[in-house]
């Protein structure tokens, strides 16, 4: 029997030791989580994808009473964009949450993994991804397609 295994790394870092495009980026994933649509959680999440051109698309949860119609926070910036700027390659996103909790407690749910390993497939590069929950440290995945080792795909 052999057997397949894979790594997952991160890298772990506080905010004062990013880029400054990264800051930014953190940033405007902090405003989005301000007003997020969030009455039933309470769990206030705010992404933001950077374009290779340098903008910045934000999003954050949008719940629903009718649950499974509403959307991460995740989902909404990376369709946002996917829209709003179709063919630009995404270069960075951020995902952020107000509550102060355990960085590895924090991290998106299959359904957006999913998606952004789509966007990075259709980008051919990939995508670097930082996770913030509340004010700690910051973790950085080089990529998202680390999420899912086992991905989905049409034969
Ligand atoms: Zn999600």
Redesign the pocket.
Known sequence: MKQLKREFMVDVTAVSELSAADQTLLEAAHEAAKVAYAPYSNFRVGAAVRLASGKIVKGSNQENMAYPSG?????VAFFAAGAQFPGERIEAAAVVTDREMPAVDFS??????QVMLESENRNGQSIRFLMQPGSGEVLISPNVSQFLPLTFRLP
């Open positions: 959307l991460c926070a995740e989902r998106p749910c299959g359904g957006c993994r």
